[in-house]
C-alpha cells in the first residue's frame, strides 16, 4: 500500500552543523505534509507543514522542502543543538482533512 | 491551560479485560483522535471524532471502541484486551481538520497486555 516513510531510521549530527531528515511519500493525493518532533517519554510536536502547492517552508531554524516530481520531503535544521535530539516523523494526510500516516521516525542524536 | 492530559500513563492488563483509556483537552477544540504507536514504527490512526457527536474508523480500529462524551473528553475502550494491543496510546487534538490545523498530542498511556 501507499505509505510515508524515512530514509534512514537514525542520524548522528554533531553540535552546531546543520541537520537533513529525509521522507519519500508515495501517495500522489497527499496535499498536506507535517513534520513532528518527539522526544522521548513525550508525545509527538508539531515542527512545520507544507502544503502541495508549496516547495519550500521556513520556520525558526527549519526548513521543509517539498518535490513532488521525486515524491520526497526534507526537513532541515540549522545549527543544530542538544536539545534537538529527538525522533522526527514526517506525516502525510491521505486525502482526508483528519487522516494523518506518519512515517517510522528518523532518530537524531546530537554530538557535543 | 493544560492541553491534552491522558490517563492513566500506565497500565498492565490481562489478556481479556478490559479498560478504558480517558482523554481531555481544554483548548475548545472540535477534533479529536486516538493513536497507536508501536516500536520502530510511527503513529498510527484508530479513531477520530471530527466534531462533538461524531466518531469515524481510522487505519487500526478493530478491537476498539470510543465515546465522544462531550466537548472536551474522548475515550477509548478496549473491551477484551490481546497481546497484540500492547502499544503506547497517544490522544491528539485539533480545532478542526486539514492544512492549517495543527494537532497537539497527550503524553500517552503506556499498555502493557500479558
Known amino acids: 500500500g501507499e505509505s510515508v516513510g524515512l530514509h534512514l531510521p537514525t542520524l548522528s549530527v554533531q553540535e552546531g552543523d546543520n541537520s537533513i531528515i529525509n521522507c519519500a511519500y508515495s501517495n500522489s493525493a497527499s496535499d498536506y505534509f507535517i513534520w513532528y518532533k518527539q522526544e522521548s517519554g513525550k508525545g509527538p510536536q508539531f515542527i512545520i507543514d507544507i502544503r502541495s502547492n508549496m516547495d519550500k517552508r521556513q520556520g525558526q531554524r527549519v526548513t521543509v522542502l517539498l518535490n513532488k516530481t521525486v515524491k520526497h520531503l526534507s526537513l532541515q535544521i540549522a545549527a543544530t543543538q542538544p536539545g534537538d535530539s529527538a525522533v522526527y516523523f514526517c506525516a502525510e494526510n491521505l486525502g482526508s482533512d483528519y487522516k494523518l500516516s506518519f512515517g517510522a521516525g528518523t532518530t537524531v542524536t546530537v554530538r557535543a | 491551560n493544560a492541553g491534552v492530559t491522558q490517563t492513566p500513563k500506565f497500565q498492565v492488563l490481562k489478556t481479556g479485560q478490559s479498560m478504558t483509556l480517558q482523554c481531555a483537552q481544554d483548548?475548545?477544540?472540535?477534533?479529536m483522535y486516538w493513536y497507536r504507536q508501536d516500536p520502530g514504527m510511527g503513529l498510527r490512526l484508530i479513531y477520530y471524532s471530527a466534531s462533538e457527536g461524531t466518531t469515524d474508523k481510522g487505519e487500526v480500529p478493530n478491537g476498539y471502541n470510543v465515546s465522544r462524551l462531550n466537548k472536551r473528553e474522548f475515550s477509548l475502550r478496549l473491551e477484551s484486551a490481546a497481546p497484540s494491543q500492547t502499544s503506547v496510546y497517544f490522544c491528539?487534538?485539533?480545532?478542526?481538520?486539514?492544512?492549517?490545523?495543527?494537532?497537539?498530542f497527550g503524553p500517552g498511556t503506556r499498555l502493557t497486555v500479558l
Open positions: 491528539a487534538s485539533s480545532m478542526a481538520g486539514g492544512p492549517g490545523y495543527e494537532q497537539f
Open positions: 483548548m475548545n477544540h472540535n477534533s
